[in-house]
């Protein structure tokens, strides 16, 4: 059959298109998994900070040192004394002779110097200074022993169970272990109090009226797009470590590497884990339904309306299908209802996957018909003729 120049110009546009669209649905396909031994350091972890999930783990729960990643559950508890109204950033913290006697990495701090919290805060953040994460820990609980023994307090309550804190500050001591996931897990948490990122972002700063210059430890804030943070560790012992956030189109991730073995290789790994997590998953929030009014028996109202909350994002893998959300009531609600009664919930799935649900609310409550209340609405409406 022979075609027109038209028909063929048709046809091709067609074979065109069909291709693109193979093109797109081949690219929304996940890549392979993460091998292990695409990450060179021992350990290590990929979190979604949203929803706590572990995407790439190895040798999550071996218990190693992990240096100055300690001070992450230091400023944790801080920040946990700031937001409780114990102490606040203006504060002035006067060093004692135990805080200026750290070693390693410090601001040099003198006994009887005084700093403001702020101040003690970003030496600590990004010098990731010892010195200074003493004096906050001495500032906040009193000592240093009594602060550790609210670091592995906080521990046990998030469920970091491979973990044992002996100081504040990360330097090697016998007994002092965590893991790559316990160290995502206190991450996490303290990820939740957002102004860590007005620190952990700061490439460089300055102290004592800028004679000390702070320089960030975290090289992959000038190198990694989308990197929010957290804190990076080096000893001996430990090796190079890092707890790396990211966060790119609403999707935040942790990336745990402990035991690398030189600060080069740690940023690599961390940067590997994140490639990966931003290119294989998503973070999608659904659409609520609509949610109308639902049917009430036995109220003085037939029916009452419904509310809920704004819903959560959700990680989905990318070329997965989206989140279909899906109203689940009862055929009628049994007065009285007050208002703001959990009467249903919301459950939202992708495919086969349930991804999780939430309650839906009564806007308005409607009491249960009774004698009283009938005689109070006839008299009402007789009273407004």
């Known amino acids: 059959m022979m075609f027109t120049r038209s028909r063929r110009k048709g046809a091709l546009r067609r074979g065109l298109a069909g291709l693109c669209a193979l093109c797109m649905l081949l690219c929304a396909v996940p890549v392979s998994a993460l091998e292990?031994?695409?990450?060179?350091?021992?350990?290590?972890v990929l979190m979604d900070a949203g929803s706590g999930t572990v995407l790439f783990e190895k040798e999550a729960h071996l218990q190693r040192p992990c240096a100055s990643v300690t001070k992450v559950m230091t400023l944790l508890l801080v920040f946990e004394a700031i937001d409780s109204g114990k102490i606040s950033l203006d504060d002035s913290v006067m060093v004692s002779s135990h805080a200026a006697s750290m070693g390693g990495s410090d601001i040099w701090l003198e006994t009887g110097e005084s700093m403001t919290v702020d101040e003690l805060i970003r030496a600590t953040v990004i010098?990731?200074?010892?010195d200074a994460a003493v004096a906050l820990a001495e500032f906040v609980s009193g000592s240093e022993d009594d602060f550790v023994r609210a670091m592995n307090e906080k521990a046990a309550a998030l469920g970091m169970a491979?973990?044992?804190?002996?100081?504040?500050?990360?330097?090697?001591?016998?007994?002092?272990?965590?893991s790559a996931y316990d160290v995502a897990v206190m991450s996490r948490a303290l990820m939740q109090h957002e102004k860590i990122f007005d620190y952990t972002t700061i490439w460089i700063d300055y102290l004592r009226d800028g004679k000390t210059q702070l320089v960030n430890t975290n090289k992959l804030i000038r190198s990694y797009n989308g990197i929010t943070g957290l804190k990076t560790g080096t000893t001996s012992?430990?090796?190079?470590?890092?707890?790396a956030t990211a966060e790119r189109d609403g999707l935040s991730l942790i990336?745990?590497?402990?035991?690398?073995?030189?600060?080069?290789?740690?940023?690599s790994d961390a940067a590997t884990l994140l490639d990966f997590g931003f290119a294989n998953y998503s973070a999608m929030t659904p659409t609520l339904p609509e949610l109308g009014e639902a049917a009430v028996s036995g109220g003085m109202s037939a029916t009452v309306p419904l509310c809920a909350d704004a819903p959560q994002s959700y990680l989905v893998p990318k070329g997965s299908a989206g989140i279909v959300s899906t109203?689940?009531?009862?055929?009628?609600?049994?007065?009285?209802?007050?208002p703001g009664d959990v009467v249903g919930s919301i459950e939202f799935t992708s495919g086969e996957t349930?991804?999780?649900?939430?309650?839906?609310?009564?806007?308005?409550?409607?009491?249960?018909?009774?004698?009283?209340?009938?005689f109070r609405l006839l008299l009402s409406y007789v009273c407004c003729l």
């Open 237 to 243: 012992a430990a090796g190079s470590c890092i707890s």
């Open 127 to 130: 010098m990731s200074a010892n």
């Open 162 to 178: 491979d973990t044992t804190f002996k100081n504040c500050n990360g330097l090697d001591e016998d007994g002092h272990l965590t």
């Open 255 to 267: 990336a745990v590497v402990l035991g690398a073995s030189s600060t080069d290789e740690r940023f």
């Open 354 to 374: 349930k991804l999780g649900s939430q309650p839906v609310y009564a806007a308005e409550g409607t009491p249960e018909i009774s004698v009283g209340a009938v």
């Open 36 to 44: 292990a031994n695409e990450v060179s350091a021992p350990s290590a």
């Open 327 to 338: 109203l689940i009531l009862p055929e009628t609600l049994e007065a009285p209802i007050p």
